[in-house]
């Protein structure tokens, strides 16, 4: 059973960086694709970024490129997401998903189970 829990969102400046974190209550993502995803007010919800556990393969979406890095903490069994250089249009709140398998990994309906998500909010 996944159970995804989201930290590390907060309030920082234009520029600034956050490091977000993806849990699944301290058990293994293997065989799992975990994807990060944001949705800005008044937006749809957009791709950020996707690691397949098994692989150690990342991918990555349009929204934030050469800003944002994920990678897996093998040692507390989770995803994070490194965003650096943030702008105040990164304000979002950001969600962590997985799907079971390697299924298409850029689409939000590929994944089945949702965090509740942590709020990013970037300051001019």
């Known amino acids: 059973q996944v159970q995804l829990r989201e930290s590390g969102g907060g309030f920082v400046q234009t520029g600034g960086s956050l490091r977000l974190s993806c849990s699944n209550s301290?058990?293994?993502?293997?065989?799992?694709?975990i994807g990060w995803f944001r949705q800005a007010p008044g937006k749809e919800r957009e791709f950020v970024a996707a690691?397949?556990?098994?692989?150690?393969?990342?991918w990555y979406g349009d929204s934030m490129p050469g800003r944002v890095t994920i990678a897996r903490d093998t040692t507390k069994n989770a995803v994070v997401l490194q965003m650096n250089s943030l702008k105040p249009e990164d304000t979002a709140l950001y969600y962590c998903?997985?799907?079971?398998?390697?299924?298409?990994?850029?689409?939000?309906?590929?994944?089945?189970?949702w965090g509740q998500g942590t709020q990013v909010t970037v300051s001019t």
């Open positions: 301290g058990r293994t993502f293997n065989l799992y694709t």
């Open positions: 998903a997985t799907q079971r398998g390697d299924g298409l990994i850029n689409a939000e309906s590929a994944y089945d189970q």
């Open positions: 690691i397949r556990w098994t692989y150690d393969s990342p």
